[in-house]
């Protein structure tokens, strides 16, 4: 039952811890942002407004021309996003720019509305695209199709083009396609055949993720760049097809790799391997590679690794122990949370950093030494460890974030009695043992 309760708790924080450590859209510049009745905006070089949310509940909205004199020429990056309440949202002529889908996760629209004649936008079948690039920019979630054909001469799926449509079970690509935006499909649940043709050269990061119908996926030999984890979270992903001469990608042992970093891109969730043992010669586990892999047991990593990505073994909770040669230098945000019968780990000797929420919810954790090296210890790096007892910290540690070993009620940590860690301890309340010899100093 606890190890029911902890699970639940994972899934409910994983969209908002696994993706905070690593955002899978680039940010702009911070610009001031002013507010106009339930609009935030910001300015742009030209003196033009650029929406970049809103706050109000209106069902039916007609965005404004303009915002306390400044035309409203740009639709900024999800403003929209998660608009519960609305319904139809009708786009002015003013608007010659829009970012990343405005109105992501919007569960209730149905209706987007440009002029016949907008010189920027425009609407085929309800669907919202980008005339200037050719994009696909909003398949509103609230539609309750079966199917979707994307029409021919699109050459782009905008980034959350379709997140979270999930009446959706295919969607047909033409080939004039030839990227695939970070999230572009995630969260389509009933999302179970997509077929990729051979003019799609790149795939964004997650861009399938969550898609839990999804059982095979084939990728072309023409895509030669490939995102973060794009099949994270699909629990019912089983094989994952390339060509054998594919000029960028490769599958060993049913795991995903790319070529050209050597990295290990993703291994399927629903593998039926209880073990696996990543190639000599790969360099990098890449972000979120083997997230909600339950069947895994043991994970065998070679010498040739310098690198863990942010959530490489995310809710990996029947992983037992994992080794972490001294050729790693990095391990990443939330690496191995909620990673449950975690039994034992050792540390890379070459690790400076343990980040945020790294081992958060390892429960079966009993006892962890941090390397020498490591000299930062991240928010909630061991939070809900509720079975450790014993973590050693060395003297070179003189950061460690807020709550890291929250939860941890048995634990007693192992400090210099001049260290920092043990005025951490101090602080914040937390049972500490320092040099046999510490009583001469207290």
């Known amino acids: ?120 936008l425009a609407l085929i079948d309800g669907v919202l695209f980008s005339k200037t690039d050719k994009r696909l920019v909003c398949y509103p979630c609230a539609f309750t199709a079966s199917s979707y054909s994307i029409p021919q001469g699109i050459k782009a799926i905008g980034h959350r083009a379709f997140f979270s449509c999930d009446s959706l079970k ?99 969730c629903d593998s039926k391997a209880s073990s696996y043992s990543i190639p000599q010669g790969v360099e990098s586990i890449g972000y979120g590679a083997f997230c909600w892999c339950s069947g895994l047991k043991s994970v065998d990593i070679p010498d040739s690794v310098t690198y863990i990505g942010d959530g490489a073994f995310y809710d990996c909770y029947n992983l037992t122990s994992v080794t972490i040669p001294d050729s790693v230098t990095y391990i990443g945000y939330s690496a191995f949370f909620c990673c449950f019968d975690l039994e034992s780990v050792i540390i890379s000797n070459n690790v400076t950093s343990i980040n945020d929420y790294a081992f958060h919810a390892c429960n079966s954790l009993t006892s962890v030494t941090i390397p020498y090296r490591v000299t930062s210890i991240g928010k909630g790096a061991f939070s809900d460890c509720g079975s450790l007892t014993s973590v050693t910290i060395p003297d070179n540690v003189t950061s460690i974030g807020d709550e890291a070993f929250s939860g941890c009620d048995s634990l007693t940590l192992k400090v210099g009695r001049d260290s920092y860690a043990k005025e951490y301890c101090i602080e914040n309340g937390l049972n500490y043992s320092a040099d046999a010899n510490d009583w001469l100093n207290s």
């Open 170 to 268: 295919s969607v047909a690509i033409p080939d004039s396609v030839s990227s695939i935006g970070n999230g572009a499909f995630s969260s389509c649940f009933e999302l179970a055949s997509v077929t990729i043709p051979d003019s799609v050269t790149s795939i964004g990061d997650e861009a399938f993720s969550s898609c839990h119908s999804l059982t095979s996926f084939t990728i072309p030999d023409s895509v030669t760049a490939i995102g973060k984890n794009p099949f994270a979270f699909c629990d019912q992903l089983a094989k994952i097809k390339v060509s054998s001469n594919h000029p960028a990608l490769a599958v060993i042992d049913d795991a995903l790799f790319s070529k050209a970093d050597k990295r290990l891109i993703c291994f399927p």
């Open 1 to 120: 039952m606890k190890k029911l309760l902890a699970l639940l708790l994972c899934l409910a924080l994983c969209a908002a811890l696994f993706t905070a450590g690593a955002p899978a859209f680039a940010e702009e510049a911070e610009r001031e942002t002013f507010t106009s009745g339930d609009f935030e905006y910001t300015l742009l070089d030209d003196g033009t407004a650029e929406i970049t949310r809103y706050g109000g509940k209106a069902n039916v909205l007609a965005l404004p021309d303009a915002l306390d004199g400044h035309a409203v020429t740009a639709i900024g990056d999800s403003a929209f996003a998660g608009c519960d309440s609305l319904t139809s949202v009708t786009i002015p002529d003013s608007v010659t720019s829009i970012g990343v889908n405005p109105f992501a996760y919007c569960g209730k629209l149905t209706d987007i509305k440009v002029s016949p004649d907008h010189p920027t």
